[in-house]
């Protein structure tokens, strides 16, 4: 393994070169340098030794039956408008009952979702949701949703924990699943809304490390003659 010597060359900038070594030692401490050199050499150790553990990882998951997009879409599918009742849909684990997260729509959540302008006319909608407006009394809608959303530390431990470079990969789906009933019927199913598939990258990266958390009192205060 070896250091960027871009990272070598901006932390020796970041020192008065027109200081003594020995003023440094003398207001720094020769043992607070050791200990600074043996932490140093810890985190390179565990570093080496691929302790990918110690990345950090973070997970938003809205509880499910499902953990991915094409098996809830497979079972998404088979729900047919004017066939499948909401006895069907608990078969296929859309149970409004069971599954948390469900977002229930009344009529007028309905209504605001599809005539959402003056120049929307009812006529020009899917004929399951118009028979939901001459029904209004017994339209209702039901949202489920699969979100597995994982965030996962990436690149080089080292240059992470001393502030210099963040690498954070995250991926998983995220998707809605919209059916509309009267009464126990459905009438009308919305395609899957959201992203099937997230694979984000981000990189962060700070050219002091951990140097830009000292504050310029204490870097006068270390440094000072």
Not at 40 to 58: H, K, R, T, V, W
Not at 134 to 141: G, M, P, R, S, T
Not at 216 to 222: A, H, W
Request: charged fraction near 25%; include cysteine; glycine fraction near 6%.
């Amino acid at each position: 393994m070896s250091f960027d010597n871009t990272y070598l060359i901006l932390i020796l900038e970041a020192v008065p070169c027109k200081q003594p070594i020995k003023k440094y030692k003398n207001s720094y401490g020769e043992g607070e340098m050791k200990k600074g050199f043996i932490s140093l050499i810890f985190i390179m150790i565990l570093s080496i030794s691929g302790c990918a553990s110690l990345m950090p990882s973070e997970t938003n998951i809205a509880i499910s039956p499902w953990s991915e997009y094409a098996e809830v879409k497979k079972q998404f599918e088979k729900i047919e408008p004017y066939k499948t009742k909401i006895s069907d849909l608990k078969d296929l684990s859309f149970d409004p009952e069971k599954n948390p997260n469900t977002t229930y729509l009344n009529y007028l959540n309905v209504r605001n979702l599809f005539i959402n302008n003056p120049s929307v006319k009812t006529e020009d909608l899917p004929g399951g949701i118009q028979d939901c407006f001459i029904n209004f009394e017994y339209c209702y809608a039901f949202e489920f949703k699969l979100e597995n959303i994982k965030t996962e530390g990436q690149g080089n431990i080292v240059l992470r924990l001393l502030k210099f470079k963040e690498e954070n990969l995250t991926t998983g789906p995220r998707v809605s699943f919209k059916v509309f009933l009267v009464g126990n019927l459905v009438v009308y199913k919305l395609p899957p809304e959201g992203t099937p598939h997230i694979r984000k990258y981000t990189l962060k990266k700070r050219p002091l490390g951990l140097l830009q958390d000292i504050g310029s009192d204490l870097k006068e205060n270390m440094f000072s003659p």
